[in-house]
């Protein structure tokens, strides 16, 4: 099912049964593209680690400083219990509880974000219920209910790059009994553009009283947008919202696997037995002390907003449009090309750009690196696109 509501002729649909992968660690992840990529890959055969090791890695959203001192000294500090099953772990429940002003048991650990919606989609797909979300979004949620047999509705989103949430609201009232999640990702990806909180209260307040909310704050730590906000103040409120945060972003542990919900109580529970329980005793170390190092995040928010505002700068002064983002990465319209070539083209330069979105298939996802892999992606850029007049778009990007 789907709504046909942009100018770009957004098709949404029920969930793409394509498995783009997101966290696996496989040579085909490498190949970041669906079928087509994967070929490829198989043609060259697999990425070795040295291969690997001399790309600019700007596909996946990932911290590329990598963890502070900080944090990797707390995880170097556990290993001494890596053979233990039973072992102090910091506390991380606790230190995550107290972080965000709930009680313990309103959070769920899970191996990543990507754990937990999975998860919050098991608690409430399974059964045949749908998903209703933006499209395009992070796929991930979509992808899991397929898996298990659910289906998704997927809203265009507005010319703009907003999501269409008056539309989805009335989705949601007009599907209730069809509906098992409402799926909010904010900032959503692939875009990097945010919902305003006037916009998030309107979905909790204006949708079924029971309807469960999956907001996914993936990116929440880069936002500046004033008019956003953190959801967790309807999790206090007693609401049916389940937040999901991570620490592969901001804090640079994404091969490490953390990440947790935060949720009413009687939610937790209901999701707890979904979940595998299995965190690495290193991260949830590593996890405390990144919580407790505030500053180290500010220094990586203000290299991310300074290297995104200069690409985003050379490009459109080289003729691209660009959306603007609140995140670690932000996409880039094509001027009229198809987006799996030009990952291919950046691939033979050893630079890995982000996978295709479909159907945001004229635009390419480019994630925020050092400073070094920013200037390899803005060369490579200019050798593979001319330079040309920039045109404005519905969005003035
Ligand atoms: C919006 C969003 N949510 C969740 C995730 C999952 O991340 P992880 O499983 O590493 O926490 C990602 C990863 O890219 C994401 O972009």
Redesign the pocket.
């Known amino acids: 099912m789907a709504t046909h509501v942009s100018r770009r002729n957004f098709m949404g649909g029920v969930a793409a049964t394509v498995g783009y992968l997101?966290?696996r660690p496989s040579a085909e992840l490498w190949a970041q593209g669906g079928p087509a990529a994967v070929a490829a890959q198989r043609a060259r055969g697999p990425m070795t680690p040295e291969m690997y090791d001399r790309m600019a890695k700007i596909a996946?959203?990932e911290n590329n400083w990598g963890p502070p001192e900080s944090v990797m000294k707390a995880m170097n500090a556990a290993w001494k219990y890596v053979g233990r099953y039973g072992y102090p772990d910091g506390n991380i429940v606790e230190a995550i509880a107290e972080h965000h002003g709930v009680k313990p048991e309103n959070v769920l650990l899970?191996?990543?974000?990507?754990?937990i919606?999975d998860v919050v989609g098991t608690t409430y797909l399974l059964g045949g219920k749908k998903v209703l979300g933006c499209d395009p979004s992070?796929g991930?949620v979509y992808q899991h209910a397929t898996a298990i047999k659910a289906e998704a509705i997927k809203v265009a989103l507005k010319p703009d790059y907003t999501q269409n949430i008056s539309q989805m609201i009335e989705m949601a009232n007009r599907h209730a009994a069809e509906i098992g999640l409402f799926y909010l990702?904010n900032p959503?990806?692939p875009t990097g553009v945010a919902v305003p909180k006037q916009e998030v209260e309107a979905v909790v307040r204006n949708i079924p009283k029971d309807m469960p909310i999956l907001i996914?704050e993936?990116?929440h730590h880069f936002v500046d947008d004033p008019n956003y906000e953190e959801s967790i103040k309807y999790v206090l409120e007693g609401r049916p919202v389940v937040v999901?945060r991570?620490?592969?972003?901001i804090a640079g542990l994404?091969a490490m696997?953390?990440?947790y919900a935060i949720a009413p109580a009687p939610i937790v529970a209901k999701m707890r037995p979904f979940s595998m329980g299995s965190i690495n005793v290193l991260v949830k170390h590593g996890g405390v002390a990144s919580l407790k190092d505030t500053q180290a995040q500010a220094e990586v928010k203000a290299k991310v907003k300074a290297l995104r505002t200069k690409c985003s700068d050379d490009l459109r002064a080289h003729g691209y449009n660009v959306i603007p983002s609140q995140t670690n990465f932000f996409m880039v319209h094509l001027g009229g090309r198809q987006v799996q070539p030009v990952i291919e083209e950046f691939r033979t330069r050893e630079i890995l750009v982000g996978r295709p979105f479909p159907p945001m298939t004229d635009h390419l996802r480019v994630s925020i690196g050092t400073a070094d892999e920013m200037d390899r992606f803005m060369k490579a850029f200019k050798e593979i696109f001319p330079k040309r007049e920039r045109q404005t778009n519905a969005a003035g990007a």
């Open positions: 997101s966290t996946s959203n899970g191996a990543g974000s990507g754990e919606l992070y991930s990702c959503n990806n996914d993936a990116y999901a991570t620490f592969s972003k994404a696997r953390l990440g």
